[in-house]
């Protein structure tokens, strides 16, 4: 069945002045669509060599399928880590589990910040849950795929692709960044994420 690009759970004008509307239309209209399709792409070309037997473009189908599987997942995730209003911190268990992890509230976010600044060229910064220990990890993926580590359930995505935030930040990663935890951030849904992945 073909991935289809997620309706924004909010207007195109519903972040600002945070998060601007043209450049919410152009992230989640144009280029998290353009990940949906080069998956579904990628896809059927793996269906048509399951089919034929010749598997001579089996990396560059793998690789396509990791690249923009892992941007449309993400993306699917960083819509939802977002609402009007947002920001502020967590509460209940994830606080309990932040403060655990990391320390502090403040430490968390430092170290958050921190990883998904220093990300090379193009990424994100995430928060990931993993069932094997009960913990919280934070790793900065360049591209979509790179660095991230098999068994870790992402519950926060914060993307640092310059497509993601040029019109309005320009080169000012650390401004985007900094205003979507003030002011952008979704704890709800991260709680929900966590909740749904320590199951």
């Not at 189908?61 to 993306?75: E, M, T």
């Not at 995505?157 to 401004?175: C, G, P, S, T």
Request: net charge negative.
């Amino acid at each position: 069945m073909a991935h289809k690009l997620p309706d924004l759970p909010y207007d195109y004008n519903a972040l600002e002045p945070w998060y601007d509307e043209e450049t919410l239309h152009l992230h989640h209209d144009k280029h998290h669509a353009g990940y949906v399709t080069g998956l579904n792409t990628a896809e059927e070309k793996l269906g048509e060599m399951l089919k034929s037997g010749d598997f001579a473009n089996a990396k560059s189908v793998s690789g396509n399928i990791a690249f923009n599987g892992a941007g449309h997942k993400l993306h699917s995730i960083f819509w939802t880590n977002m609402k009007p209003n947002g920001g502020g911190k967590p509460t209940g268990e994830l606080m309990d589990l932040i403060n655990k992890c990391f320390g502090s509230f403040e430490a968390f976010t430092g170290l958050f910040l921190a990883a998904t600044n220093s990300v090379q060229g193009s990424g994100w910064g995430v928060l990931s849950y993993c069932a094997a220990d009960d913990t919280l990890v934070i790793t900065g993926a360049e591209k979509h795929e790179n660095a991230i580590i098999p068994g870790l359930e992402p519950i926060l995505a914060l993307d640092v692709w310059e497509h993601a935030y040029y019109l309005k930040y320009q080169n000012k990663r650390a401004d985007w960044t900094k205003a979507f935890m003030e002011h952008l951030v979704n704890w709800d849904n991260v709680a929900e994420r966590y909740n749904s992945a320590k199951k």
